[in-house]
Nanobody, 118 residues
Framework: QVWLVESGGGLVQAGGSLRLSCAASGFTFSRAEMRWYRQAPGKERELVAL????????NYADSVKGRFTISRDNRKDALYLQMNSLKPEDTAVYYC???????????WGQGTQVTVSS
């Protein structure tokens, strides 16, 4: 059974930091490109950051560049998102996502709420 479980969300003041984690199981994590998405109330889900299978390549949305860092540990089947200098507009549900380009399988986590107060 495949699952992605996010954790680490919560309430933080503007300027603060949070570290999200995503634990994976049931698929070959090291062969999956991993991504973080977020969805704010009334808005479409948007890509926040992605990381290649071995972690050597990353990409970020312009809105989070320089503040967020995506990383992964293939020994632990875990994905992370370090979020610094948080802003109220970062408030959203954050989702972990996996895609294996060889099998075309994709998986979503259930999401974790991040709320940034001004």
């Amino acid at each position: 059974q495949v699952w992605l479980v996010e954790s680490g969300g919560g309430l933080v003041q503007a300027g603060g930091s949070l570290r999200l984690s995503c634990a994976a199981s049931g698929f070959t994590f090291s062969r999956a490109e991993m991504r973080w998405y977020r969805q704010a109330p009334g808005k479409e889900r948007e890509l926040v950051a992605l990381i290649s299978t071995a972690g050597g390549s990353t990409n970020y949305a312009d809105s989070v560049k320089g503040r967020f860092t995506i990383s992964r540990d293939n020994r632990k089947d875990a994905l992370y998102l370090q979020m610094n200098s948080l802003k109220p507009e970062d408030t959203a549900v954050y989702y972990c996502y996996a895609i294996n380009y060889f099998t075309t399988n994709t998986y979503w986590g259930q999401g974790t709420q991040v709320t940034v107060s001004s």
